[in-house]
């Protein structure tokens, strides 16, 4: 009797399990990303940032394998497997927000993009920078809040910042640092309901951006600190990129040079951050506009004793970043562990290139 023989894996085979194998590989060095200082290994951070469409890639080879009845299937499963944890943190399902312990504490972070989002046609009969400026202050106010944390803050000419705050927030504290240019004064602020204790600014080398603190008086008599930061931009134009289709060699290589600087400076500001954070006695919330992704270094460590707001009481897709939504999510609020998030929001006002972030915390 002739021996039957076995059906080899074939050409395609071959390809798939070797494509299945890559794109595997490429999502456990995702989730390593955020366990890798970037200073080190800048590509890392780009594998964060790309753990989404990675995952979408592994989900699509694993559903292919699975209709194909392919003993393949595995790779991309086992692979898919981490992402039960981590995909909470860029879309939540349900609310989880617990119930207040007394009238919980009101946060709001925004990065408000210096107002030049006053340049849309809908403030083009007015003096786009104020009208949007009048929009943001409107909407802060409607939020009701008790501390705002503002990155990005940009105000022309020779304004008077105190005089602004008590024009427009008289009723808030302000702690506040600005960067001073010949056409005005940009930078960070916080205001507070709560008395303002302290505060204080970590200027990053070679960089305008920056982190402030303010040390609040609560009313239950403790004080806690809140880090205001604003970590190292891109500095790029993904609109420009995207209408080049890659063609433009010189845009590229910009481009390329841009993110290489900014990944590997933004490492060394959190970690005078975190050694601020080791070194204080008090309580600490870190909100602001990190510049990187869940799945980032930068993420992990602010991680070290918080919890994030959006993950424990958001809803939908926390992404922040107007551009790419919703794959993009650079804005946070997170918390000491043993507090509790009660609610999480991520309005879609287009003030700003970004969103703000609304959370209730219970102290």
């Known amino acids: ?176 640092f600005m960067f001073i240019t010949e056409e005005g004064s940009y930078g960070n602020m916080t205001l507070s309901r709560f008395p303002i204790a302290g505060k204080g600014r970590f200027q990053f080398e070679k960089s305008a951006n920056q982190a402030i603190y303010t040390d609040l008086k609560i009313t239950d008599g403790s004080t806690i600190r809140v880090y205001n930061c604003h970590f190292e931009s891109y500095n790029i134009s993904l609109s420009n990129l995207v209408k080049s289709k890659g063609k433009d060699s010189t845009l590229v290589r910009d481009t390329e040079e841009k993110m290489k600087r900014s990944i590997k400076r933004r490492p060394e500001q959190v970690e005078q951050v975190m050694a601020d954070i080791e070194d204080c006695t008090m309580e600490a919330i870190v909100v602001g506009d990190f510049n990187d992704n869940p799945m980032s270094y930068t993420y992990h460590r602010l991680m070290k004793g918080r919890k994030d707001t959006f993950v424990e009481a958001g809803k939908g897709f926390g992404a922040t970043y107007s551009t790419l939504w919703p794959l993009i999510r650079i804005d946070y609020i997170l918390y000491p562990s043993h507090f509790k998030a009660v609610s999480n929001q991520i309005p879609k006002v287009r003030y700003s290139d970004h969103f703000p972030v609304i959370a209730e915390i219970s102290l």
Not at 72 to 98: C, D, H, K, N, T
């Open 1 to 176: 009797m002739a021996k039957v023989k076995k059906k080899g894996w074939g050409f395609t085979g071959v390809i798939a399990r070797l494509l299945m194998l890559l794109a595997a590989g490429l999502l456990l060095m995702s989730y390593a990303s955020m366990l890798v200082n970037p200073s080190k290994a800048w590509y890392m951070t780009a594998l964060g940032l790309m753990f989404v469409p990675i995952a979408l890639l592994n989900l699509f080879l694993l559903i292919w394998a699975i209709r194909r009845r392919s003993g393949a299937a595995f790779i991309p499963l086992l692979a898919l497997l981490p992402s039960l944890i981590f995909i909470g943190r860029y879309l939540q399902f349900s609310s989880g927000g617990e119930t207040p312990t007394g009238k919980p504490v009101k946060i709001v972070s925004y990065n408000v993009g210096h107002f030049i989002m006053g340049r849309r046609p809908e403030f083009k009969d007015a003096e786009g920078h104020k009208a949007c400026m009048d929009s943001v202050v409107r909407f802060i106010k409607d939020t009701d809040a008790d501390i705002v944390c503002l990155q990005e803050i940009n105000l022309p000419g020779e304004y008077d910042v105190s005089k602004f705050v008590k024009e427009h927030f008289p009723e808030y504290e302000a702690g506040y």
